[in-house]
């Protein structure tokens, strides 16, 4: 093994160190990773962002995240060919990082996953951190869908996601052999993974992705105690389980970023925006933020700079715009941006080709929220 190489191999000028342990653990105080660096010559300084590597292809860094919105990317494909569009995948991802998003997602529901290969998942989380770090925002996060069936199959997708520059995993639980899913079960997968992966994982609560499997506050509560887990992102919509879990956590918020443990309290629609924020959560990864990242953002600061009013007005856009994405998918987001930004192109197969006029209907749909969008 050389100097540069990590335990599993990755040339790696900044290694996360994570405590060890997983019994004991206090959630509720500081869960925010400490860094050291190495050098080129393995010498170790300071956790800090500086460095004597020579390039940006020199460094990799393991990024803390931050309260705020995050973004699950579209994945971008050939029109014709159906290959992977990766100059569209980096031009999009800083557009995202321009309207001041807090981190990315890549391999999400939003961003196909279930259509790619593992080679072409790692090519679009490596295009995309490379587009990151070429256009100045290297301390950006990446958080990479690593959810698979098998316990196995998870980890070298969290080993794939770390190689490509990915900082941390967001996974869903086992569901296709549903009848045997218990919340033992269940424990046990994220345990296994957690104590395994080379990156911090996520918890993703997303029962109508996965057969219906919906983890309590119970659940993640007891599992958010484990040193490598240290967020979570609810989909189910549930804002009782999103104020538990953020209680019990001592969650991290928009409102106060460096107080609490470093957890991320997450939602999962932008629709529920204000309810997630008085619950105390931290943020959210929104679908819609493909399309209207500024509208998210600014939902957040008009509501923690104490313009409650302005906030819900806000969150009322939002809410019919999420509406749209809920009822139209991938289908109709990549619509909206073709029709509004130029780009776009379509899912992969079988997904269906809008029509013209579904295309200018979802146009119309969309249309409120783009205006407020280029309004910001």
């Known amino acids: ?100 998003v807090a981190g990315l997602a890549t391999q999400g529901s939003n961003g196909e996953a279930v259509h790619l290969t593992h080679t072409e998942r790692k090519a679009i989380t490596r295009a ?23 316990t196995r199959e ?7 996601a770390m190689d490509a520059g990915g900082d941390y995993a967001l996974i869903l639980p086992p569901s296709y052999y549903r009848p045997m899913v218990g919340p033992a079960m269940v424990r046990e997968f994220f345990t296994d993974v957690a104590d395994t992966s080379p990156i911090p994982i996520l918890i993703y609560n997303y029962p109508g992705a996965a057969s219906g499997v919906d983890l309590d506050s119970d659940d993640i509560i007891a599992l958010s105690k484990h040193p490598n887990i240290v967020g979570c992102k609810l989909t189910c919509g549930n804002t009782g389980k999103l104020t538990r879990i953020a209680s019990a956590t001592s969650a991290s918020t928009p409102a106060d970023p460096d107080y609490g443990s470093g957890f991320m309290c997450l939602g999962g629609s932008a629709d529920f925006t204000l309810p997630m924020l008085v619950g105390g959560g931290s943020g959210g990864i929104y679908g819609l933020a493909n399309v209207a990242p500024k509208a998210c953002v600014e939902l957040i600061r008009l509501y923690t700079s104490g313009r409650v009013l302005e906030a819900q007005k806000l969150q009322a856009v939002v809410a019919r715009a999420d509406w749209v994405a809920i009822k139209s998918g991938i289908v109709g987001a990549k619509s909206a941006l073709e029709s509004y930004f130029g780009y776009g192109g379509n899912a992969r197969k079988p997904l269906p080709r ?23």
């Open 354 to 376: 809008p029509s013209k006029a579904e295309a200018e209907k979802y146009a119309e749909e969309w249309k409120e929220v783009v205006m407020l969008e280029r309004s910001l």
């Open 154 to 160: 998870t980890v070298e997708l969290c080993r794939d």
């Open 128 to 150: 995309t951190r490379q587009a990151l770090n070429g256009a100045g925002f290297h301390e950006m996060p990446i958080i990479v869908g690593c959810g698979a069936q098998s």
């Open 1 to 100: 093994m050389s100097p540069q190489q990590g335990a599993f191999g990755l040339t790696d000028n900044y290694l996360l160190q994570l405590p060890t342990g997983t019994s004991d653990i206090d959630s509720s105080s500081d869960r925010r990773p400490s860094w050291s660096s190495r050098s080129q010559d393995g010498d170790e300084t300071d956790g800090s962002c500086g460095t004597s590597a020579t390039s940006l292809d020199d460094v990799v860094l393991h990024r803390p995240l931050a309260p705020g919105i995050y973004v699950p990317t579209l994945a971008f494909f050939d029109r014709h060919t159906e290959s992977l569009d990766l100059e569209t995948t980096a031009a999009h991802a800083i557009r995202l990082a321009e309207a001041g």
